[in-house]
């Protein structure tokens, strides 16, 4: 059964004929209806709203870490560097990240 404790059913419709596209939206409505009455809906809507917030985190830090004039300079080498063998992809992932910490000036 699915997560929500909704069990989907099957219809059969025709747009173009007007066929079962009453019956589809009622579907619809009594699915709305029971998903807010299980709290199924509120739970989906916090959940997605957790999942936007560390997008937004995550787009925000990646934006500032490649746009970092330090960074941007010191990338073209890392990449070389691990390309060559000559460091490994997570010693040059964070030896960037010490860096672009450092940049920052925490204190």
């Not at 870490?65 to 941007?72: E, G």
């Amino acid at each position: 059964m699915p997560e929500s404790g909704w069990q989907p059913r099957v219809l059969c419709y025709s747009g173009f004929y007007g066929n079962g596209v009453k019956e589809v939206w009622d579907m619809i409505y009594e699915y709305f209806d029971f998903v807010r009455q299980n709290g199924y809906f509120d739970y989906r809507r916090n959940e997605q709203a957790k999942y936007w917030m560390y997008e937004s985190i995550n787009e925000h830090l990646r934006f500032n870490f490649y746009n970092n004039p330090v960074i941007q300079q010191q990338l073209q080498e890392a990449e070389q560097s691990v390309l060559a063998g000559r460091q490994t992809s997570f010693a040059a992932a964070q030896q960037l990240l010490d860096e672009y910490f450092n940049t920052l000036n925490f204190r």
